[in-house]
């Protein structure tokens, strides 16, 4: 369960450094990650 935790984690951070531009698109990045590790903890 912690090393899908972990892999999942990774994985969405990866995708979110990648797709960011702008200070914005860090913020919308970030938010969306903390939602995946919310839903990936329930």
């Known amino acids: 369960?912690?090393?899908k935790?972990?892999?999942l984690f990774?994985?969405?951070t990866s995708f979110?450094?990648?797709a960011?531009?702008?200070v914005e698109g860090v913020?919308?990045?970030v938010q969306s990650a903390g939602e995946a590790?919310?839903?990936a903890a329930d």
């Open 10 to 12: 990774a994985l969405t």
């Open 27 to 29: 913020g919308q990045d």
């Open 1 to 3: 369960m912690i090393r």
């Open 16 to 18: 979110a450094l990648a």
């Open 37 to 39: 590790v919310e839903d």
């Open 20 to 22: 960011c531009n702008t």
């Open 5 to 7: 935790f972990i892999a």
